[in-house]
Structure formats: C-alpha cells, structure tokens
C-alpha cells in the first residue's frame, strides 16, 4: 500500500509520515509532496493508493492540472485544511474526499480514516457514476446544466441520520454495504441504484434502516426518487423536500417522492382567541387544555410547512415568557436554562412530537413554580396588567382605574410603571390592540364600522374612526376598500 502525502509545509509532511510508521497503518510506502509539480510527479510514477492533501494548495493556478491527474488515477483521498471555511468544505466534497480534517490534526481521527482507507477495495471501473471535473455527481447535484449518464442507474435516493454527527459513519458503512453507489453530502448521503423493481429497492431500503438500527442503536430515514428520472439537480431537491416530513412523521420512515403530500396553508401567529386560552391555561394550571392544544398541531392527519409550525410555536413561547415574567421567574438561572434549551430546539430539533413533549414538560415545570411564586407574593404588575388587556380588551368597560382595581395598587402608580416599562400610556396600548383586532376584522369580515368598534372595545364609532385614522393615515372604509383593490 502507497501513501503520498501533499503538504507544503516540511514539518507537517516529516510529523505526518513518523506517525505513520511509527503505528505500522499497513502502509509499506510513504512519499512527500511540497508542490502541485512535486505531486502530480509522485502520482503518475507511483500511482498510490491513499492521498493526504492540504486544501489550499488547490488554491495555486497549477490547481487545475492537479485535479485532472486526481481524477485519472483511483484512489482514497484525505484532504486537510488550516482553515474550516465552506469553500474548502466544498472543495473536498467535489474530489470525493473521505473528509476534511482540520489542522492542527486530530491524530486519532487521522488514524481511522487511513485505517478505513488501508482497508477499503478499490474501486472497480465502469461500476460507479464518472467523476471527472466537467461531470461530476457533486455538481450535478447544483448545477442543472451538469449532465450525467444515469442509463443504468434505475432510481435516485437519499439517506439521513437522527443524529447529525454520525453522518460520516453512516457513509462509510452504507459503502461497505455494496448495495448502491453512494456520494457523501454534510447532512446526508445520496445513493443511485440499479434495481429492476420498486419492491426490491423497498426490500433493500428496509433492511438498511433494520440493520443500522440494530448496529448503532439509532434511527435512518430514507427518500425514493419513483418517477421517471430527470437531472440529478431536480431528483436531488425533491428528495430533500420528501425527508422535511420527518418533522411529522419520526424516522425508521420511507419517504416516496410520487406520494408527497400538499401542505396546508397555516397562519403560524397566535390569533387574539389562541392568546386568551394560552393566558387562561397557564393562569389556571390547565395542562390537559396545554397538551391538547400542542397535540393538535401535531397531527399526521394535515401536513404544515415545518418552518410555519417552527414560528407558531415560537410565539406560544412567547405567551410562556410573559408568564414567567409576571410571577417574576426569569431570575431563576434553571428555568432560564431550560427555557433556552426549548427554544434551540424548537428552532433545531428534527422532530415535531419531540418539541411537543418538551413544550409539555416545560409548561408543567413553569407553572408549578408560578404557584410557589404566588404564595411568596412575587408578582410583576406590568405583565399582570398585559395578559388582562390580552383577556379583556374587547370590553368597553376597560379603563386605567378598573385595570389598577383588579391589581390591587393605585391608578397613579400603575400608570407610572406602565408608561415606563412599555414606553406608552395604559390608554395607547389598548387602542393599539384594540385597533390591530379592528384591522384584522376589515380583512376578514363584512361587519360594519359600527359593528366593529364595538366588538373591539370602542363606545363610539365615530371615536373608533378618529383613532384609526390617526394610527393608519386612512379611514377604516378606505383601508377595506384598498384591500379589496390588491
């Protein structure tokens, strides 16, 4: 076994080859590159069969000529890198590296790669997709022009892992496998196979998911181009749109292309009537009324945009976080903790039923400590007063002197802290919500001016017109009006 190793720095080549000798990797012949020259030397009169190669070298203009000797010849290729930026990445993955190791060199994970290199067959000609520059799987996967023979390869897949970080082994493993060709991306590996029929390709699919998971303990999802084929670009995003479903659907799952479901249309903001119950459940301790809530928007029966859903439960959240501030929980550095940790995965997590749990479990810790808070009195009036407005706004009754009753301080006082915390009077901010709910009725509704202004909390609809027409330089008709009109 040949091993050249292309670095322009003597002591990374001289540290790089003691390390190999010195733990016997299998690898009878060591030789050094310093130059693109030296390089292209050393492989057309050696031909090894492992590659270390610094990155940045390509950066050089005899780069070109470098890149065509790597492609004429077979071998295992590890590139390594100074700087982790995507470009390199990118560079890397378009030769087909193994990986991308970052200097200064993890020896160990140095060490499996050239173990897993030592250990591999080589390629066999004519069995795998070409791979010289102008045609490369890589590129064709984002260039639509890129063209690729795929004759003989009867259908397009892609493979994910539950757990990000096994991406790389999952590669590696796929390969020894032998059951497709298959080409690593960051977050997944596509695959191309010759399958005569779809029964037997979904025999094959569901053994790869059984056996990893009785292997690794962990879950594969797996997504199957069924129609007729068309370019690598075109297969390539929908079978990335087809693995989104997980978010609903889990993993172990086998995402067909042809049976893609249409997503519903979804408003992912907390409508004044969600706000209320989501205000009323937390106050009252009502977790069943929490849980059926959250297990709603969890159904496998309509399909959502998972972004959508991401925002719809980033502002019930948001709901929470008023809640804690109220009963003056925000200074407890758990609860901040595990608030943070909801919030990444509600932005992160793969999964929906697993964001939905946690947002269960986080709602149940948060309002048994708001009972404990209660008992010692600790109690922030400003978001008191804010989730009553919430509840109460639409009643023409509500006023500064009412709100400060309920609350139990002086108006004077609750309009000192309002105006400061909230940097406007008590009496604008429940105009601004009143007339935002106003808005949203022109919109969506044939009720009338005065129907609207009273259903929002006005006495007066002439009132209700003045201050709408302050707020939004138009009267409430014309706005109506220039809706219809778009």
């Not at 030397?41 to 203009?61: F, G």
């Not at 937390?282 to 029966?301: A, C, G, P, R």
Request: hydrophobic share 40%; with cysteine; aromatic share 12%.
């Amino acid at each position: 076994m040949k091993l050249l190793i292309i670095d322009r720095d003597q002591t990374e080549r001289t540290g790089i080859h003691w390390y190999i000798k010195r733990y016997q990797l299998d690898i009878l012949s060591v030789f050094e590159a310093g130059t693109i020259a030296e390089a292209i030397k050393w492989i057309e009169k050696e031909n090894p069969e492992i590659i270390l190669l610094e990155i940045e070298l390509l950066a050089q203009d005899e780069a070109n000529e470098l890149k065509k000797v790597l492609t004429l010849h077979s071998h295992h290729l590890i590139t390594m890198t100074a700087e982790p930026l995507f470009k390199n990445a990118l560079e890397a993955l378009s030769l087909r590296a193994l990986t991308l190791l970052v200097k200064p060199l993890d020896l160990d994970l140095l060490k499996q790669y050239l173990t897993y290199a030592t250990r591999q067959v080589l390629n066999e000609s004519g069995k795998m997709l070409p791979l010289g520059e102008q045609n490369s799987v890589y590129r064709a996967l984002f260039l639509e022009e890129t063209s690729i023979q795929l004759e003989e390869f009867n259908f397009c897949l892609m493979i994910e892992t539950e757990f990000l970080e096994q991406n790389e082994l999952l590669f590696h493993w796929l390969q020894s496998q032998k059951h497709f060709s298959f080409y690593a991306l960051s977050k997944r590996v596509v695959g191309f196979s010759n399958d005569e029929s779809m029964e037997e390709l979904l025999k094959k699919a569901k053994s790869i998911i059984r056996e990893w998971a009785n292997t690794y303990n962990a879950n594969l999802n797996i997504a199957i181009y069924d129609l007729p084929n068309q370019s690598v670009k075109t297969m390539y995003n929908a079978l990335r749109e087809a693995l989104n479903l997980r978010f609903q659907n889990g993993f172990s799952q086998i995402f067909l292309v042809s049976q893609h479901p249409t997503y519903t249309n979804f408003d992912p903001f907390l409508t004044i009537e969600q706000q209320r119950l989501w205000i009323n459940s937390l106050e009252q301790n009502n977790v069943q009324m929490i849980k059926q809530f959250l297990y709603n928007i969890s159904s496998i029966d309509t399909y959502y945009q998972p972004d959508s859903l991401r925002i719809h439960l980033t502002s019930i959240l948001a709901q929470v976080r008023r809640f804690i501030l109220k009963y003056q929980m925000e200074k407890k550095i758990d609860l901040e903790q595990k608030y943070n940790r909801l919030f990444d995965i509600i932005l992160n997590h793969p999964v929906l039923y697993t964001i939905i749990q946690e947002f269960v479990l986080f709602c149940q810790d948060v309002m048994n400590q708001a009972v404990l808070q209660k008992e010692k009195g600790q109690f922030d009036y400003v978001n008191a007063a804010l989730d009553y407005i919430d509840v109460y706004y639409t009643d023409n009754k509500l006023n500064l002197e009412t709100m400060a009753e309920f609350l139990g301080i002086s108006a004077s006082y609750l309009s000192m802290l309002f105006s400061k915390t909230k940097g406007i009077t008590f009496k604008q901010y429940v105009n601004k919500k009143r007339l935002s709910h106003a808005s949203q009725l022109l919109l969506e509704t044939n009720l009338s001016v005065s129907e609207i202004a009273s259903t929002t909390g006005f006495n007066d609809a002439n009132y209700f017109s003045k201050v709408y027409k302050l707020k939004y330089e138009c009267s409430p008709l014309s706005y109506r009006q220039q809706i219809k009109l778009r």
